[in-house]
């Protein structure tokens, strides 16, 4: 019989096989790597104006925000946290200016409104992500 695992998360049940036993473990520096990759590659096509039209709504920037300090995370500890935690290390870690966007990010997770004059910030926050993970390699 296979162990069963049980997970509670936002009011939602999964119930299973761990999920450790359906796939090989990923070791660190294969996780940073491809984290690296995926910040110099997509990430770094967003870093500069003019914004993608998607990026506008605040939920998005979130979308942004929230996973540059999960990549930044991961760059530094070598696995990964959820975005609430990811967002407070990068709170504590980054500081000004970006603990206050980080912040804020964390309230626009459900906010759809279009918001362009946080696009600026946005962008220079993921351009430091991507210039954290040139020279993290």
């Not at 009011?11 to 984290?35: F, M, N, R, Y």
């Not at 990026?55 to 990964?80: I, N, T, W």
């Not at 290390?89 to 362009?116: C, F, K, M, N, S």
Request: overall charge positive; proline content about 7%.
């Amino acid at each position: 019989m296979l162990d069963r695992w049980i997970a509670r998360e936002h009011g939602l049940v999964v119930a299973g096989p761990h999920p450790s036993t359906l796939i090989d473990p990923i070791g660190t520096k294969t996780l940073q790597a491809a984290v690296r990759k995926l910040l110099l590659s997509f990430w770094a096509g967003l870093s500069s104006w003019p914004a993608p039209a998607w990026l506008r709504p605040r939920s998005d920037q979130a979308f942004a925000v929230l996973s540059m300090c999960r990549a930044l995370y991961c760059l530094e500890h070598g696995k990964v946290v959820s975005k609430p935690a990811a967002a407070a290390w990068a709170i504590q870690r980054l500081g000004p200016p970006w603990a206050e966007l980080v912040d804020q990010a964390l309230g626009w997770r459900a906010d759809h409104r279009p918001d362009d004059e946080s696009l600026g910030a946005t962008l220079g926050l993921v351009a430091d992500a991507v210039a954290r993970a040139r020279t993290a390699g």
